[in-house]
């Protein structure tokens, strides 16, 4: 009786439902851009002490982008919307992150960071509803809470990985190597994704 009990507390928390091919595909490639943001997001702060900035202008510099994001978001939806391959944007927007990174390797003074800022939140708006409107065609109605939840739980996990080591890859390499790596991973991602036969996604 009580291995019953076991049984249905395990389905119960590890429900038996797979993830389609389109799905694990995005799940992998997003926590891989979740994985090399997260190396470098928790000491953001201390970078931009480092090129000069304070701990205040730091906030303000990531308003900026947040804000940024959030505001062309709204602007670009109803012109993704007749994206006949919203996949495109994805890989657009894993490039223009690479571009970013990149910029944050060779970066030497404040205007740039700001710049950098706003190229990055464009590349937000690009990518990340696409994103989400992509995940939401391959799921289905009866078992999208789990499969929208292994996404959320799986980045939350990467997140918390990265973070930790993160903080060891900057403390031993430097910022700059770091950065170098995100754009390298970040390139490769959106050469995947462009690259993917169109029907996977």
Known sequence: MEQDNSKKIYAFIFPKIGLNRSLR???MVNSILIFIMGLFAPFYAVFVQQIGGSIAFAG????????????????????QMKVKEPELLIALGYILRGVV???YAFMTNIPQLIVTQIFWGIAVALGTPAFDSVYSNHTTKENSIVEWGRWEGIAAIVTG???????IFIQTFGYETVFV?????SFGLGIYVW????EVL
Do not use: H, Q
């Open 25 to 27: 595909i995005l799940i």
């Open 161 to 167: 990985v990265a973070a930790f080591i993160g903080g």
């Open 181 to 185: 790596i995100m754009a390298v991973i």
């Open 195 to 198: 690259k993917l036969p169109r």
């Open 60 to 79: 303000l510099s990531w308003a900026i982008f947040s804000i940024v994001s959030g505001v062309l978001i709204f602007l670009f939806s109803n012109w």
């Open 101 to 103: 990174f990149i910029s």
